[in-house]
């Protein structure tokens, strides 16, 4: 039974899980979950991830979530992943344990965090909130430093001085693409201070191209439609048409 991947494209882990089955050519069933109309919390998906969160996959009667486990198990599992994704070495494979540890509470809560009270939040039906995204800031600033300064440190070109991507990188640049969506002055507010971060983005890219491409087109396009509502609702806009 072919492998199904629960998941929206909008959601930055769903994002990583995708480019990771293509890239390593793990054949699967993408079974669209759209946030936006909350199907995550409908009774045939909560059957599947009780918390009611994409990604999700069923592997036969083997049923798993969150990203990061689903990356391990999928590295693991599957002869046509290169070992450098998930290294058979124990010592290896704990650094990027750490790595997907330090994720988790600090790069992204402040991405995420930022992102919905500065941008998102009206298209979810909440209301924009400064005081958490002026917190959320300060931690995705710190990340930002703490990626640049410690996880970036030496001369490989991806995390942990490697000079191939692991899954801690698949997973970290999808969650960084979402500022994609933000004004691009405060995109490169946030960002032009830390150069290796911007270099080490664009390495994870190529080397999952032409997937990692396809698989944020929605990304995007979502931007595109955000500028446009953001622009109608300014005070005295009026349409051309």
Not at 57 to 70: M, N, T, Y
Request: glycine share 4%; aromatic share 10%.
């Amino acid at each position: 039974m072919k492998l199904k991947v629960y998941a929206d494209r909008m959601s930055q882990p769903s994002r990583a899980v995708i480019i990771f089955c293509k890239v390593n050519g793990i054949q699967f069933d993408e079974v669209l979950i759209n946030l936006a109309k909350r199907q995550q919390l409908s009774p045939d998906f909560i059957e599947i991830n009780p918390l009611g969160k994409v990604p999700a996959i069923v592997d036969g009667r083997f049923k798993l979530f969150e990203s990061h486990a689903i990356l391990i198990y999928l590295a693991s599992a599957f002869p046509s992943v290169a070992d450098h994704w998930y290294p058979n070495d124990l010592s290896k494979r704990a650094k990027i344990h750490s790595v997907l540890d330090w994720h988790h509470t600090n790069l992204r809560p402040g991405a995420a965090g930022y992102v919905m009270n500065s941008v998102l939040a009206p298209f979810l039906g909440r209301s924009l909130d400064s005081k958490a995204a002026a917190e959320a800031e300060k931690l995705l600033t710190k990340s930002l430093s703490t990626l640049e300064t410690f996880w970036l440190k030496g001369n490989g070109k991806f995390l942990l001085g490697s000079n191939q991507p692991s899954i801690a990188d698949l997973n970290l640049v999808c969650e960084l693409m979402q500022l994609q969506i933000l004004d691009e002055k405060d995109r490169l507010r946030l960002f032009s201070p830390y150069k290796k971060v911007e270099e080490w983005i664009e390495n994870t890219r190529k080397a999952t191209l032409p997937h990692f491409d396809v698989v944020h087109k929605i990304l995007y396009g979502a931007k595109d439609k955000f500028d446009k509502q953001l622009k109608m609702s300014k005070p005295g806009f009026q349409s051309k048409m």
